[in-house]
């Protein structure tokens, strides 16, 4: 099931709420899409993601499913971020998750193996 959702077949249907005042508005299937690829960076253990849909880019809070806002990654450095959900180059309905570094693909159990490390050190 796991695999299903970072491969994009598999949707858990849970909406992603955007703030009021996004200009220019998403619409209702950028708005799906964005669903979809939320799952996608759930499965990988992204908490914060930035999302492509339609060329556009979302920096998205993945566990509170909320839009955080719509940087755009093609003009400027985007920060506090974990991982990105990216449309494919050959195929624009496609899309991969990419976490910085592959060997831990939860930021949570970064984050709890660097608290233990700085607790012993």
Same mark, same amino acid.
């Given at each position: 099931?796991?695999?299903?959702?970072?491969?994009?077949?598999?949707?858990?249907?849970?909406?992603?709420?955007?703030?009021?005042?996004?200009?220019?508005?998403?619409?209702?299937? #950028?708005?799906?899409? %964005?669903?979809?690829?939320? =799952?996608?960076?759930? /499965? +990988?253990? $992204?908490?914060? @993601?930035? *999302?492509?849909?339609?060329?556009?880019?979302?920096?998205?809070?993945?566990?509170?499913?909320?839009?955080?806002?719509?940087?755009?990654?093609?003009?400027?450095?985007?920060?506090?971020? #974990?991982?990105?959900? %990216?449309?494919?180059?050959? =195929?624009?309905?496609? /899309? +991969?998750? $990419?976490?910085? @570094?592959? *060997?831990?693909?939860?930021?949570?159990?970064?984050?709890?193996?660097?608290?233990?490390?700085?607790?012993?050190?």
């Amino acid at each position: 099931m796991l695999a299903r959702a970072r491969a994009g077949t598999l949707r858990t249907g849970l909406p992603v709420r955007v703030p009021l005042g996004l200009h220019p508005p998403i619409s209702k299937s #950028d708005l799906d899409l %964005l669903s979809k690829r939320t =799952d996608m960076a759930q /499965a +990988e253990g $992204i908490r914060r @993601a930035l *999302i492509e849909v339609a060329g556009r880019t979302y920096r998205v809070d993945v566990d509170r499913r909320t839009v955080i806002d719509a940087p755009d990654a093609h003009k400027t450095a985007v920060g506090e971020i #974990d991982g990105a959900v %990216l449309e494919g180059v050959s =195929d624009a309905g496609s /899309a +991969e998750a $990419i976490v910085p @570094a592959r *060997i831990v693909r939860n930021a949570s159990l970064l984050d709890a193996l660097v608290s233990v490390l700085q607790d012993a050190g």
